[in-house]
């Protein structure tokens, strides 16, 4: 059976993604193409950055990471809507809720001092 990767993202690019969806699934139903979804919002991208710091029931998979080895196949269909790299606020926002819901992920460092806070800044700035 065949298969298409559809990217979930966040924020204002969700409202499309979520609109698009039924569309592509009714589209392919009759080829019997399966659609596989894949989490890149920027709370999944940040949960997959920090797995060491969460619960077995928290840890995601690295949905973007997966994307970008997956790209290089000659079988890879792959729908992604625009989305945009997050702003330091955003991510500082993002950790807050996460933080609120349980989560065990660091504050966002501004001026890491250390070694351990440059590598948690490093993580966040992949996002």
């Known amino acids: ?29 009759s080829s019997r193409i399966n659609i596989e979804t894949r989490d890149i919002s920027l709370s999944s991208r940040i949960l997959a950055n920090f797995s060491e710091n969460l619960k077995n029931n928290q840890i995601v998979e690295d949905d973007l990471e997966y994307l970008g080895n997956i790209v290089n196949e000659s079988t890879a269909n792959i729908i992604k809507l625009p989305n945009i790299s997050a702003s330091i606020p955003q991510i500082k926002n993002a950790i807050k809720e996460l933080q609120h819901l349980g989560y065990n992920i660091p504050e966002y460092p501004d001026d890491p001092e250390n070694n351990s806070e440059k590598e948690i800044k490093r993580k966040y700035d992949l996002v």
Do not use: N
Request: hydrophobic residues 45%; charged residues 20%; glycine residues 0%.
């Open 1 to 29: 059976m065949s298969k298409i990767i559809y990217t979930k993202t966040d924020e204002a690019p969700a409202l499309s993604t979520i609109s698009f969806l039924p569309i592509v699934k009714a589209f392919t139903k």
